[in-house]
C-alpha cells in the first residue's frame, strides 16, 4: 500500500496501522502543501478503508478494489473545486441527500472533500450537522492546504493529519526514476518547495524554464532587444505566466545572495502579478516587467 507514493513515511505506517486496527475515525483532515500527495494518499487509504479482503487491504482484486479502480464505486464520493473557485452549500446537499443510504459493495462509504477549505460557509455549516452525527458506516476525509479557513467546530471533530513537504532529495529521486529528468538546477528544486505537483510541472515546462534561467541569471549580458526576442515565451505562455514569475523570483532571489541589487526586481515582479492580477493590458504589463528590469 502506499508504494507508489513518495515521502510522507510516518503516515504511511499510520494509514496502515488504522486499516489494520479496525479502528477508524468517522472524520479526517490531511493538512499540508499543495501538490505533496495528500489526495492521493487519501484515494489510497479509502481504497483499504473499502477493501473487503480480510488479509493485506487494498488487495486489489475484490469487487471494491476493481470499482474504485474503474472509478466506478458507488460508496466512494469524491467532492473537488468547482467552478468560481469554491465548493458551495449544494454540493454538501447533494452528498447528505444521500449520506444515510447503506453502503452498497462495501461495508463503510467514503467522501473525500478535495481542496476543503474553499468551502463557503454556508457549505461548511451545512456540513458540520453530517460531521456531528455521522452514520456509523460514513468515513469523510477533508483535504486542506490551509485549516484556518476550516470552521473550528468542523476542526475540533477531524482527527488531524500533517502532511510534510517533501525533501530535496525525495523530489530528485523521483524526477531521476519516474521520469528520466537528470539535470535539475538548484533554482527548479528551490521552486519545487517540496512539491511533486510542482516538480511535474517544472518537468513538463523545462524548456521555458531553462530560458528563465539563462536570461535572467545573466540580466547584463543582454541588450534589451535581445531579451526581448528571447523572453516571447512570457507573452505566448499566458496560462503559465504566474508560475513562470514565481521561477523568475526564485531565480533573482538566489542571485540577490551575490548582489542585492537584485532584490529591487523582485519588487518589480511582484508589482507585476498585482497588475494582472487586476486584469491589467496583458502584454503591457510583460513590457513593463522587462523594461523595468532592464
Ligand atoms: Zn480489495
Given at each position: 500500500m502506499f508504494n507508489n507514493l513518495i515521502g510522507n513515511n510516518k503516515i504511511k505506517n499510520n494509514l496502515i496501522q488504522i486499516l489494520n486496527s479496525?479502528?477508524?475515525f468517522h472524520t479526517y483532515m490531511f493538512i499540508g502543501t499543495k501538490?505533496?500527495?495528500?489526495?492521493?494518499?487519501?484515494?489510497?487509504f479509502a481504497k483499504g478503508i473499502l477493501c473487503n479482503s480480510n488479509e493485506q487491504k487494498p488487495c486489489l482484486k475484490c469487487k471494491s478494489c476493481l470499482e474504485l479502480e474503474n472509478?466506478?464505486?458507488?460508496?466512494?464520493?469524491?467532492?473537488?473545486?468547482?467552478?468560481?473557485?469554491?465548493?458551495?452549500?449544494?454540493?454538501?446537499?447533494?452528498?447528505q441527500a444521500k449520506v444515510q443510504e447503506l453502503p452498497i459493495v462495501s461495508k463503510k462509504k467514503?467522501?473525500?472533500?478535495?481542496?476543503?477549505?474553499?468551502?463557503t460557509k454556508e457549505a461548511q455549516n451545512s456540513l458540520l450537522k453530517t460531521i456531528e452525527e455521522p452514520p456509523e458506516f460514513v468515513v469523510i476525509i477533508l483535504i486542506t492546504s490551509d485549516e484556518n479557513k476550516i470552521l473550528n467546530t468542523i476542526q475540533s471533530r477531524c482527527l488531524k493529519i500533517y502532511f510534510q513537504n517533501i525533501s530535496d532529495d525525495e523530489i530528485k529521486d523521483y524526477l531521476?526514476?519516474?521520469?528520466?529528468?537528470?539535470?535539475?538546477?538548484?533554482?527548479?528544486?528551490i521552486a519545487c518547495n517540496g512539491s511533486i505537483g510542482k516538480a511535474i510541472q517544472i518537468k513538463e515546462q523545462k524548456d521555458n524554464y531553462i530560458i528563465l534561467e539563462n536570461i535572467f541569471s545573466n540580466i547584463e549580458k543582454y541588450t534589451l532587444p535581445e531579451a526581448l526576442i528571447k523572453l516571447e515565451i512570457l507573452y505566448k505562455d499566458k496560462e503559465n505566466i504566474n508560475e513562470m514569475l514565481d521561477y523568475i523570483n526564485v531565480i533573482l532571489l538566489n542571485k540577490a545572495k551575490e548582489n542585492i541589487n537584485y532584490i529591487n526586481y523582485i519588487d518589480i515582479v511582484e508589482k507585476v502579478k498585482r497588475?494582472?492580477?487586476?486584469?491589467?493590458?496583458?502584454?503591457?504589463?510583460?513590457?513593463?516587467?522587462?523594461?523595468?528590469?532592464?
Open positions: 479496525n479502528q477508524l501538490g505533496i500527495g495528500k489526495s492521493e494518499f487519501a484515494k489510497e472509478n466506478n464505486h458507488p460508496d466512494y464520493y469524491y467532492i473537488g473545486l468547482e467552478e468560481e473557485n469554491s465548493i458551495k452549500i449544494e454540493a454538501i446537499r447533494k452528498m467514503v467522501y473525500i472533500i478535495d481542496d476543503s477549505e474553499y468551502m531521476k526514476e519516474k521520469h528520466g529528468v537528470k539535470n535539475i538546477s538548484e533554482n527548479e528544486i497588475k494582472l492580477n487586476s486584469n491589467c493590458n496583458y502584454d503591457m504589463t510583460i513590457d513593463y516587467l522587462i523594461y523595468n528590469i532592464w
